[in-house]
């Protein structure tokens, strides 16, 4: 089965630093998401990558999905109180089922 | 337009008792998923839908799970009897799925979180 994980399991971050999230597939991705989820709430949807190399934004947030699909990072600029949270990829599995990653961790200290 | 619509939002129940989650896709989407989310294991794929069929229940812990998707409107995920170890927080999500190798983005509901005593 596919698996993703990701690095680091939490960071911990002064508010204004950037920071990167790491995502690793043991298989080729097709498709790779991005996904943020508040403590106790649902997931909100980030982004989504499809092409090897492709790069998307939003906001402060970029996204990479790497040349050879099977590793994208999301880094965050100038990181603020409002980005706490949990980062989480999510990707579609040989049998079109829809996997998340291991999670990472954020918070920002004002 | 209504997102994905999840009840209850907090069950609290005994050993034994049989809890039934529901959930209400968003309006057009063909494609719907059951995670269950704990802080040891994080968020795991329980079973999803597409069209209203089951596709893969790998992920269902135990024969005391299962899910329903009657209708394009509406899915069930019932487990009985509980047990302490399943509480968690279940989420359903659904999709509309353009092709068999991508799908759009997943929309979720905001969990229902089940305490089993």
């Known amino acids: 089965s596919q698996e993703l994980e990701q690095s680091p399991q939490s960071l911990i971050v002064q508010e204004g630093k950037n920071l990167t999230i790491n995502c690793t597939s043991s298989?080729?991705?097709?498709?790779l998401y991005w996904y943020k989820q508040k403590y106790g709430e649902g997931l909100i949807f980030l982004m989504m990558?499809?092409?090897?190399?492709e790069e998307k934004s939003h906001e402060k947030i970029t996204a990479k999905l790497d040349e050879k699909k099977q590793q994208s990072s999301l880094h965050i600029t100038a990181s603020q109180p409002s980005h706490a949270g949990i980062y989480l990829c999510g990707a579609l599995g040989p049998g079109n089922q829809f996997y998340f990653g291991t999670g990472t961790s954020l918070t920002v200290i004002p | 337009d209504a997102g994905v619509i999840q009840s209850p939002r907090h069950e609290v129940t005994e050993m034994g008792q049989e809890v039934t989650l529901r959930c209400k896709p968003i309006s057009g989407h063909n494609s719907l998923f059951w995670y269950r989310q704990t802080m040891m294991r994080g968020l795991e794929l329980l079973i999803y839908f597409n069209n209203n069929v089951p596709i893969d229940d790998s992920g269902m812990p135990e024969d005391r799970f299962s899910a329903k998707m009657p209708n394009a409107s509406f899915s069930t995920l019932k487990i009985q009897p509980s047990e302490p170890r399943d509480s968690a927080v279940y989420f359903c999500a659904s999709s509309f799925r353009r092709t068999v190798m991508t799908t759009g983005e997943l929309f979720f509901g905001e969990g229902s979180r089940l305490t089993v005593l």
């Open positions: 990558l499809q092409k090897g190399g």
């Open positions: 298989k080729t991705l097709y498709g």
